[in-house]
Every structure is written in C-alpha cells, then in structure tokens.
C-alpha cells in the first residue's frame, strides 16, 4: 500500500489548545454541491445610513443617541444577553438538572464613524484605535470584581448572524470562564508545567521553521492556518513574544497589530473579491485574579466560506453529533491566502 | 434583590452528557432582527426528479444506476469523506502537530423512493422501514475489526447543509471513536460507576416527574427538550428501557420509535408550518467489541429555527469562541412543540 499522506488521505488532526480531534478529507473538495448558495450582498453601502443604528447621531431602539464620534464608539449593548444585577442562584436536581445565575456586560464597539468601511478598507491608524479599544475596555471590565472574562469578538457578514454591516464589534464579559478559554486554560497550563515554555511559543517556532501554513509575519505576529484548522480558512494570529494579554503589548507591538489585522483581512477580502464572511475574537488570560503565566493572548478566525464567495462549509450532521470535518487541508488554505495582493480588490485601479 | 429564576435571568446550565456548559438568556428574544433571512423554498417537489441522484432508477454522478427501490436504498456515498484502505500513518512533531490516518466508510440511506417525502409525511410503517436499515447498518458495520464507531445521521433543509431535498441520511463509520460520543462514553461510564444506574434512565425519571420540558411520550419512548439544550428546539429522544444500542430494541421498541419519530417531526413541520430543517443522528455505544454496560442509545435533534420559518439562530462570534448561548428557554421550547397538533400541517383539511 501506499505511503500516508495527509495531503491526500482521510485522517484526523488534534487541537492542542482544546485537546479535542477533528477529520480531515482531502479527497473530499471535488464533490458536486446543489445545496445552498449564500447571497453576495451589494458592496456599494452608503457612508452614512439614517436607519442604521451604529451611526453617528443617530437615535437607537431604546431611544439613546450615539453621539457624532469620529474614531470607535463604545457603549452599553440595548440587548445584551449578559446583565450585571442578576440575583444569585442555583439549581441542582440529582447532579442532573444544573443551572447558575450568570451575570456581566455586553457592549458593542464600532470601529468607524463610516457605514460602509470594514477593517481591511480602514487604515493602519483607525485599526490602531481598535486595537487601542480593545485594550481598555479589557483592563476596564477586568479590573471589575464581578468579571472574570472579557471576550471581545466580531461577526462580519449575514452568513455569520451579524444583523448590521457597519463595522462593528462586541464585549460579553462574564463572571465565570466559558468553555472554550476553560478548555485553553487547562491545556496551556499542562504543556507549561512540562515544558517550562508557552505552548504557542513552541508552536510558533515549528510553523514558521516549516512555513507551509503561514499566511503573514510581521515583527511582532505570526497568522497561520493552524494545523488544527476547523473551518476552511481559519486563521490564528499569534504574538512573538508570550504575553498572557493585549495589556502587556507595547506601542510596536500594537502597531505591528493593527497591521498584520489590516494585511490578514485584505487577503480574506481577496480570495473570493468579495467582503469577507467571518467571526473572530480575542483569546486571553481570564481576569480572575489569577496569574495564568501559561496564557499567550492570540486570536482566532473563524470563516465559513469554503469554495467561492457562494459555497460555505456547513458544521452540521456528522460535525454536530461526531466531531468537526474539513475538506481542504489547512496547508493548501494557507497558500491560497498566502499568494493574495496585499492591496485590496477595490482599490486595484483597472 | 429579587429572587434568581431561570425564566427570565441569565444563567449557565451543565450538559451532564457532554460535561459543558452553555449560557442561557432568556430575556434576550424580545431583540430586533434585520440579519439574514433564510429562503422558504417551494414546498412542492415532484413525486419522482429525473435529475435527483436518489430517486430509483437515476444515474448518479459516478455512472451507477439507482436501482427501482421500493423501500429503503443504503448505497456507498460516492463522495465519502472517509475511506476504507488508507495507508497506516501519523505525524508527531513535538506533541503540538499531530495527525493520525483514519479509515472508514460513507454510506447514504434513501428513506423512501419518493421524491416529495419526508419523515413527518411518511407512514408508520414506512418510518419502521428506516429503523430498520438503522438496525442492519449498525449491525453490519459494526461487525467490523476496522469500524469502532457508527455514526448515522440526517442532515435536513438547506440550512443544514442537505444538498438534496429527496429524503434520505447518511452514516460515517470509522475506527476512532469521534469526540462527541467519546465525551458522552466518559460522563455515561462515571455516572455509571457512581450510581449503579444509566445516566440517561435517572434523567428521565426526573423530566418525567417534572413534566415541563417533556414534548412526547409512548409506551417505550420520550422526547424532551434537554435541560442544556444549545439550540432553540433541540430535543433528544430517549428510550425508556435502558440499552446501549438499537440492535437491542424489541419489535414492540422499534415500533415505537418508528411512531415517536413521526410525532416528533410532524410537530416540528406544524411549529412553523414548513418543512423544518434539522441535524439529527443517533448516539449508541462504540463498536470497539467492549460492553460499554453504560452507554444508553438516544438521539438528538439539531434544529437551527429560532423564531420564524426565516429567522434562525447563529452559533457564531461568542458561541465559538466562548460557549453555546441560547435565548428562549428549554421549558418555553418545549411547551412550544407540545402544543403543537399531531395532523401534518399540510394533511389538515381546510
Ligand atoms: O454529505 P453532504 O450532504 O454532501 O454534506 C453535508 O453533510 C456533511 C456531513 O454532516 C457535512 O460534512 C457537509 O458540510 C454538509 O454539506
Ligand atoms: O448580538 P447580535 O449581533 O444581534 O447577534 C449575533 O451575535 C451573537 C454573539 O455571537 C449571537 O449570539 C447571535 O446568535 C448572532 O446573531
């Protein structure tokens, strides 16, 4: 028999930050697809949209008014699905029945003043005040006795729920840690305690010895398709140095930040000239009080478009009740992103 | 401070199966939605589609030609993800880059010759039909030194990825056994060694007493909503008797799962009057020759609707990079699709 090889043959790959497996078939691309077809939704939006809710002076559905900011904007989320005066409580019938009251804070941040820009159509200094954003509003909630974790996200695109294009993110900070941190808390502190290094630190300096899976570098950040990859073109965007949170960063380093953001997201925007279905977020140290040395802050991407601007990968079936699949192998999904222009497909004068 | 009450405050259930948690806020639906729509395709399907390659006698994409079934048709999917002769491999580099060769096989079951059908507009003894191909698979598969684990499922609707609307499922049986069922295999095997009893025989002695998330009961069979259902009207279909797979049902159990299926499905179609998409599979016992005394056979039912025929709910930005969130409570579900009538919605005569 053959030879294996994991760029042709069905096989599974392990997540050492979630210490979970998924499957991979390479194979699998080729097969015909009459199912779904996502809608490509006009690109020409207005700078301004009187109806949008994120926009400068304009009035929201609880009847706030956002002031007429000019750089990021961030306020209290009018639907949060956290809120901060829960009464305490439990329930626990048999060890089978469990609930606890949960309390925290959703806010929404918007990134530009501009209806119709997205992060790779902003320049390096607006995504600077973003990254700036996210920084203190990490220190802010996590400074607060009743935060534990502070998640900072983005939905972009209808393909990934989110309900407004302008550019926009949010905040849910909680008093317990979710399950996903959880899962890399406990995984990071093993390899620590083994191997006295952070566990993306040694991960790092393996993929880019092998440079098959990375898509950027700059000074200060590496974007790979981690090996692990679960949707087609994911991304982790990780710091050189092993710093526990965006706290830590220095003024290069936040810079290089909002850099290698702008570069990662243009090339999304790129591979299928279209803007970019994703949703990505912040992973670091929960603000529990705790020191967690072992934490190394990165981000993650999590994209669904899988063959065109059109055709998703859908995480349903066997990816709900077994684990999750992928087609394309993570090293072809890198080169992919990695032989983009660097220049956006709208601004490529004919 | 008012008293907690998991009606209407925030607060994190545990999925004693799955050992997660996820956060429910039920004061959350009452938020606008101007996001992505999904389509409510043309209800009306031919009996019979010459260009379905599932209907009997087609040509399918690979030059094999669907036989005239009558019944149920199980055929090797022509585009499986997994395959049977894969060369034996691994990939170790320095613990963090694993990847391991994996075999298997795709099949793909027809529920019914009939184009325009589905399980809820199916017959009892039509729906029986499909347990038993179940059953068979199972067995079948199972026997197998190179399949440890069986996974058979459905993938209904454009929103969950179906790419054909002729009603039929799929199995995926593999060697390893996939990260879902194997979390299952841990908390079953410790409830198990701790209680003497199934963890799943013990819940539904609770929801039972309790009654609030039930949505159906027969002789052998109930449905509830979960306690720690993730998606809206997610509900896991239990048998009353304690077995760890469905080659142990009596005729009497496969009845009545083939009849709780139909009331099960019909009541999801009369929800929002459509045909309701959904992710469902059942969860039994590995096949790896060990007893798994502990395992108890059930299904789940994944389904993405959240208020409408249009308005689903997304698993993205915070639910992928924290936890499961869900806004209207399991009891609220449940009471829901209680309600519902059990005439097909399309079978009431006006
Ligand atoms: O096999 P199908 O129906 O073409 O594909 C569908 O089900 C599979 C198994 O859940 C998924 O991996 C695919 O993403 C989905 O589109
Ligand atoms: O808060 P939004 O943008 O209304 O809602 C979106 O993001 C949330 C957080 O990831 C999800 O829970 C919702 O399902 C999604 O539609």
Same mark, same amino acid.
């Given at each position: ?112 003043? +501009? =209806? ?6 902003? *320049?390096? $200094? #607006?995504?600077?005040?973003?990254? /700036?954003?996210?920084?203190?509003q990490y220190q802010e909630l996590g400074a607060r006795p009743d935060i534990n974790y502070v998640q900072i996200f983005e939905n972009k695109g209808q393909a990934m729920g989110a309900s407004n294009p302008h550019p926009h993110g949010q ?69 050189? +140095? =092993? ?6 960063? *220095?003024? $290069? #380093?936040?810079?290089?930040?909002? /850099? ?91």
């Amino acid at each position: 028999m053959a030879e294996f090889d994991s760029a042709e043959h069905p096989h599974r790959r392990y997540n050492p930050l979630s210490g979970e497996w998924i499957l991979v078939s390479p194979h699998r691309s080729k097969r015909p697809w009459q199912g779904q077809q996502e809608k490509t939704t006009a690109e020409q939006r207005p700078t301004y949209d009187p109806t949008c809710y994120l926009c400068p002076g304009n009035t929201r559905a609880n009847g706030a008014v956002n002031p007429a900011y000019e750089g990021t904007f961030v306020f209290d989320n009018d639907f949060a699905a956290l809120m901060p005066d829960v009464p305490v409580g439990s329930v626990n019938v048999g060890g089978l029945l469990r609930a606890e009251s949960e309390s925290g804070v959703g806010r929404v941040i918007c990134f530009s003043p +501009r =209806h119709d820009l997205t992060l790779p159509e902003m *320049t390096p $200094a #607006e995504i600077r005040r973003v990254v /700036d954003v996210w920084i203190e509003q990490y220190q802010e909630l996590g400074a607060r006795p009743d935060i534990n974790y502070v998640q900072i996200f983005e939905n972009k695109g209808q393909a990934m729920g989110a309900s407004n294009p302008h550019p926009h993110g949010q905040i849910w900070a909680q008093r317990t840690v979710p399950v996903e941190p959880a899962k890399e808390t406990v995984q990071q502190a093993a390899y620590f305690a083994e191997h006295g290094r952070s566990l993306l630190s040694d991960y790092l300096e393996i993929e880019t010895k092998e440079k098959t899976r990375v898509v950027l570098e700059n000074e200060h950040f590496v974007v790979v398709v981690p090996f692990w990859a679960v949707w087609p073109y994911e991304t982790l965007l990780v710091p050189r +140095r =092993h710093v526990q949170d965006v706290a830590q960063l *220095t003024d $290069a #380093e936040k810079d290089a930040l909002a /850099d290698i953001l702008r570069q990662l997201t243009i090339r999304y925007d790129n591979l299928f000239e279209i803007s970019f279905p994703y949703s990505a977020g912040l992973h670091q140290r929960p603000t529990d009080g705790q020191a967690h040395e072992s934490w190394h802050f990165h981000m993650h991407f999590f994209p669904p478009l899988l063959r065109s601007a059109t055709v998703r990968k859908f995480m349903v079936g066997y990816e709900m009740l077994g684990n999750p699949q992928r087609d394309v192998t993570p090293e072809f999904a890198a080169e992919r992103l990695r032989i983009q222009s660097d220049v956006h497909y709208k601004h490529v004068s004919a």
